[in-house]
Every structure is written in structure tokens, then in C-alpha cells.
């Protein structure tokens, strides 16, 4: 099967880095609680926001991951030989 090594490391490193991330990010969600006072409450408005947007980068680093897993199994190299294609004139 042709298969660039290259491509598919780095699309398994960035789809496992991703996926941990999601995980850490995902495990720590900010919480409120009751009679939180307005400036708690404008603090915990920013830290979700900024949860959320951890989550969206993470998920795009991931969904970049296995995309360059699928490309690599498409990915030809050139061969020297295939460059050099010369087309023979049919004897007659």
C-alpha cells in the first residue's frame, strides 16, 4: 500500500495531541454557584468564553490530524523513473 510515513506520523501526532487536549480542556469547565455577585459572574462569562474557544482550537488541531492521516494514504511520491516518462514511437 502506498502510504507517505511523513505525512501519516505528523497527522497521528497532531489527531493524539488534539484529542488529548480536548480531553484536559474538557475536564476542567468552569463552574458558577449560587449569589455569585456581578464582577464573579462577568469572570465566570470569560473563563467559559475561553473555555469554549480552547475547545473549538483543539477540535480544529485534531480534525487537521486526521485529515493528514486520510492524505497520506493518497500520497504518491515521484519517482526519478516516472519523471523521465518518454513516449516511443510506434514502429512501422
Known amino acids: 500500500m ?3 510515513k511523513k505525512i501519516l506520523g505528523g497527522g497521528l501526532a497532531m489527531l493524539a495531541v488534539g484529542m ?3 480531553v484536559i480542556i474538557n475536564s476542567s469547565v468552569p463552574a458558577g454557584k449560587p449569589g455569585m455577585t456581578a ?3 462577568i469572570d465566570l462569562a470569560e473563563k467559559e468564553q475561553e473555555n469554549k474557544d480552547m475547545n473549538t482550537l483543539a477540535s480544529i488541531l485534531t480534525g487537521l490530524g486526521f485529515l493528514l492521516v486520510l492524505i497520506s494514504f ?3 511520491r515521484k519517482n ?3 519523471a523521465k516518462k518518454t513516449e ?3 514502429e512501422h
Do not use: F, M, N, T
Open 2 to 4: 502506498l502510504v507517505d
Open 20 to 22: 488529548i487536549l480536548l
Open 39 to 41: 464582577e464573579e459572574i
Open 74 to 76: 493518497g500520497a504518491r
Open 80 to 82: 526519478k523513473e516516472s
Open 88 to 90: 516511443k514511437k510506434p
